[in-house]
């Protein structure tokens, strides 16, 4: 009965489902959020989201990571590709590059203005 929960088909489509939910928990944060901090951490959860889908529609059940061990001898024999794995641990780092840097943007926003709320920021300088 259980082993129908380990069939490729089946956690792909909850790999799906959840990272769907994901999104729209990230993209709904961003939306609705006043909070600049709040803001960018919606987006990232948005983001980590896709990275989850990316990767969850890459795998298959039975087959290993592509690093070279006793099980993996030959290329491609018995391991899943290793290009999609690559790539997103390329995105994940330029992911936390950008995040650190938009979060430093708004600790120095909040020193220059005391506010974060997206409603209080005065449109190019200009006192209201």
């Known amino acids: ?16 489902i959840g990272a769907f939910l994901l999104l729209a928990i990230g993209l709904i944060g961003a939306m609705s959020k006043k909070n600049l901090f709040k803001i960018f951490l ?19 059940v039975g087959k290993d990571a592509p690093i070279v061990t006793e099980k993996v001898t030959e290329f491609g024999v018995n391991m899943v590709d290793p290009v999609p794995q690559a790539m997103i641990l390329t995105t994940i780092v330029i992911a ?3 995040l650190a840097l938009s979060l430093s ?19 190019l300088g200009e006192e209201s």
């Open 105 to 123: 943007f708004v600790v120095n926003y909040f020193k220059l203005t005391g506010n974060l709320d997206i409603d209080k920021m005065n449109e």
């Open 1 to 16: 009965m259980l082993d129908s929960f380990n069939q490729t088909p089946f956690l792909h489509g909850v790999i799906t």
């Open 42 to 60: 919606s987006l990232s959860i948005a983001e980590a989201s896709l990275f989850l889908y990316f990767i969850g529609m890459h795998f298959e």
């Open 96 to 98: 936390i590059a950008v």
